[in-house]
């Protein structure tokens, strides 16, 4: 089992910058790639950065792309997701999640292929 925190999120106007923290309990976090999600109310769950097992590789959706940066420190067991350039379409919950991963390389864009999740921690942009 793992046991995924995030924090991080807040109030923060337009074109501000947020870091989110996702830390893990339960397992070490180098044998999963990570993945962060976002919902904003009355929208479905969306994929926004996603990392391998080893960091190296990350991918991100065209709506964030140069804006966000996911990152890892596995001896942390913390994953990251640096948000800069926030845009008041960015308010969404965010979610972090978890994969159990044999690939140093792979990257999970679906949701439905994560195996752990967190409890949210909301983002607010304002204009």
């Known amino acids: 089992q793992v046991q995924l925190v995030e924090s991080g999120g807040g109030l923060v106007q337009a074109g501000g910058s947020l870091r989110l923290s996702c830390a893990a309990s339960?397992?070490?976090?180098?044998?999963?790639?990570m993945g962060w999600f976002r919902q904003a109310p009355g929208k479905e769950r969306e994929f926004v950065a996603a990392?391998?097992?080893?960091?190296?590789?990350?991918h991100y959706p065209e709506s964030v792309k140069g804006r966000f940066t996911i990152s890892r420190d596995n001896a942390k067991n913390t994953v990251y997701l640096q948000m800069n350039s926030l845009k008041p379409e960015d308010t969404a919950v965010y979610y972090c999640?978890?994969?159990?991963?044999?690939?140093?390389?792979?990257?999970?864009?679906?949701?439905?292929?994560?195996?752990?999740w967190g409890q949210g921690t909301q983002v607010t942009v304002s204009s």
């Open positions: 339960g397992r070490t976090l180098s044998s999963y790639a």
């Open positions: 990392s391998s097992k080893s960091g190296v590789d990350t």
């Open positions: 999640a978890a994969r159990r991963s044999y690939s140093y390389s792979s990257v999970y864009t679906d949701m439905a292929v994560y195996d752990y």
